[in-house]
């Protein structure tokens, strides 16, 4: 098993539990106790995890650090493709969308229906691939500075090719999605970008699975009252539900 796939092994451990023991995620994993410590303790520096004597204990909630992105690949994927395939049927004939960043921006993108015809403008060149073979589907990819991993690309280029473009509806990748803190991200650059694409865009909807609801990253994006909707694979929390409908913002999920 791969580190990536030990470490959200333990994070969905711990979601379920709160508490795990060190010797308990050795027999799940089928590693060594050293190894298992070695795991926790990168989860830690992270600030996704407390270790405690024998094992650890879910973090407080924080803005902390991003997983990378093969870790958030292999997360929620059944919840992202959901997601993707919710956000899909929004398109309409004749429109030009905006498809984000991030790995449930890429599950948007590759549910697409076949019969869409329009125009898709994008910040991420995983999303760009998945659609440059579309026949009708015009392809338009931001340039600036790319971000290994999700190859993202983001700087004073970026802004200005979306602060350019007229959208119908975009789709805003996310860090987390709180009721007081509104839509957060990581990075700061791809923070910008968001917010020239709220500016400029008709109708603007978050993705964020159920595991970034309530949860606040290190760089706001705007308040929930800048969105339109949020995409999502379940019910969100009373806080956050209560906030989205004080903002006129609609809950989109299965």
Same mark, same amino acid.
């Given at each position: 098993m791969l580190p990536a796939q030990r470490h959200q092994r333990i994070i969905e451990a711990l979601g379920r539990k709160g508490t795990v023991r060190t010797e308990d995620l050795a027999a799940l994993l089928g590693v060594s106790h050293e190894t298992v410590r070695r795991d926790l303790a990168i989860l830690e520096r992270?600030?996704?995890?407390?270790?405690?004597?024998?094992?650890?204990?879910?973090?407080?909630?924080g803005t902390g650090e991003e997983l990378s992105y093969l870790e958030r690949s292999t997360s929620q994927s059944e919840a992202k493709a959901?997601?993707?395939?919710? #956000?899909?049927?929004?398109?309409?004939?004749?429109?030009?969308?905006?498809?984000d960043v991030g !790995? !449930?921006?890429?599950?948007?993108?590759?549910?697409?229906?076949?019969?869409?015809?329009?125009?898709?403008? !994008?910040?991420?060149?995983?999303?760009?691939?998945?659609?440059?073979?579309?026949?009708?589907?015009?392809?338009?990819?931001?340039?600036?500075?790319?971000?290994q991993g999700d190859l993202a690309v983001s700087?004073?280029?970026?802004?200005?090719?979306?602060?350019?473009l007229r959208a119908d509806v975009a789709f805003l990748g996310s860090g987390g999605v709180d009721?007081? #803190?509104?839509? !957060?991200?990581?990075f700061l650059d791809e923070v910008a970008t968001k917010r020239v694409i709220?500016?400029?865009?008709?109708?603007t909807y978050v993705l964020a699975d159920s595991s970034k609801h309530g949860r606040v990253a290190a760089y706001r994006v705007c308040a929930l009252d800048g969105l339109s909707g949020l995409i999502t694979?379940?019910?969100p929390p009373p806080a956050l539900a209560s906030a989205l409908v004080r903002a006129g913002a609609e809950v989109i999920n299965p």
């Open positions: 992270r600030a996704l995890l407390v270790r405690v004597h024998g094992g650890a204990t879910s973090a407080p909630s959901v997601i993707g395939e919710l #956000a899909a049927q929004l398109l309409r004939p004749g429109q030009t969308v905006i498809i !790995t !449930t921006a890429v599950h948007v993108a590759r549910a697409v229906p076949p019969s869409f015809r329009g125009v898709v403008a !994008t910040c991420s060149l995983l999303v760009a691939a998945e659609l440059a073979g579309r026949p009708g589907v015009e392809v338009l990819v931001a340039g600036g500075r790319v971000r700087n004073a280029h970026t802004l200005g090719f979306f602060q350019d009721a007081e #803190a509104g839509l !957060t991200d990581y709220l500016a400029h865009t008709a109708r694979d379940g019910e």
